[in-house]
């Protein structure tokens, strides 16, 4: 049984309930606002950052990184041929990079601010970093989406997954931080029909179910969010 | 046999050389200058950042986190007391939460605006951002230095090593940062007695003698940068 604290539009909490749900782990979901440093959740995670996982017998699991590797190492074996993880050496260091580029860089680049500046500091106040959204870092942030996008496209293109033949981590990251800008229409699919027919792909997955049915107060949901067939 | 592509005060790829330093294992060393952005070494990692590990048979490795995974599961089995990412799962949790204290929030807040300013914009052209260092830039992230000696001091008053009884990828993850900022002078180690006293342990290592004896022409290392008993 696990507890997962977590933001509805975190990206990075957002990769986690998706490779929960692919296999079939149940989850209990506390909902955390990370800029509001609660104490208590500040004692789970010193870097007060989402998500973090609780589970009994173990100290908290702080972060996708290393949740990804607490869930492989914990329930990966006996998932056979639908491992996130592949075991094969040269698979788990391409996996591991794209979680690694998803997670730092397109964080960085473009889902991170993009989050920030639309949704959390609707909900931050004043003294934290809350108020209008600060157009040039949006500006800057989709840019940087589209470059993503042509680099995914080119990965699918290229294989049937994002790493290789098998739906992957690498997939489930990659799709995590793309919905949740895509929930603010923040990302141009009709620039690339590789990308847009992989996305629509992992989008169909159960484990992408619950994601879809997040809805926020005052942001409407783009056209395509909920969209199996956009 | 591995080859390192990396920069001398690249404080990820410092972590890396004193892991294969720790294990004995054999390393040819080539000097990359991340921001030349060379297309050959962008074909090893699009994310054209250091450190990259090569060895024979497997595609290139990217990055300390993921370097530092692949080691232990190469390299870790045969270790026994040695390893360096212990076997017990809540100790695995701990010292990767570490590593990505270091490799992320500490290169984030301090150790990567340091050396950016004060070493790499030394050798950058102008076009690419070279040019004088930011003074503000380098005093937000000089008093960062503050609060994180005094949480690694916290731990080294509660644990022998920083993420238990033995040493771990947490400490050598924490020196290498350390010890990048070090030979400019920005750790004030006589704020903190347990922080000072478990790093003249790390640093006391032989696998720590080779990053002693980088010297950067035009700038000088701080005083205590290679003396033991500092």
Do not use: Q
């Not at 977590?6 to 149940?26: A, Q, T, W």
């Not at 509001?36 to 972060?63: C, K, Q, S, W, Y």
């Not at 500091?121 to 108020?131: D, Q």
Request: with cysteine; net charge negative; proline share 7%.
């Amino acid at each position: 049984m696990y507890t997962l604290y977590h933001h509805s539009f975190c990206p990075h909490s957002r990769f986690i309930r998706l490779v929960l749900g692919e296999y079939g782990l149940d989850l209990t979901l506390v909902d955390e606002r990370p800029w509001d440093r609660r104490e208590a959740f500040l004692a789970l995670n010193p870097a007060g950052t989402t998500p973090v996982l609780l589970t009994d017998g173990f100290p908290p699991i702080p972060g996708a990184g290393i949740i990804a590797e607490y869930i492989d190492e914990t329930h990966g074996p006996e998932m056979g041929d639908r491992r996130l993880l592949p075991v094969a050496m040269a698979e788990r260091i391409e996996v591991r990079r794209l979680m690694a580029w998803f997670n730092e860089k397109f964080f960085e680049e473009a889902s991170g601010p993009l989050v920030t500046e639309r949704i959390y500091k609707r909900f931050m106040s004043e003294e934290v970093g809350g108020g209008a959204p600060a157009m040039d870092v949006i500006r800057a942030a989709t840019a940087n989406v589209r470059y993503h996008l042509a680099y995914i496209g080119w990965l699918a293109r290229t294989r049937n997954f994002l790493a290789g033949d098998r739906l992957t981590y690498a997939d489930l990251v990659a799709a995590a931080h793309l919905s949740a800008i895509d929930y603010l229409g923040d990302v141009p699919w009709s620039e690339d029909d590789a990308a847009k027919a992989w996305y629509a792909r992992v989008k169909s997955r159960p484990s992408f179910r619950p994601l879809l049915s997040e809805w926020l107060a005052g942001v409407p949901a783009s056209r395509t969010y909920v969209d199996l067939d956009f």
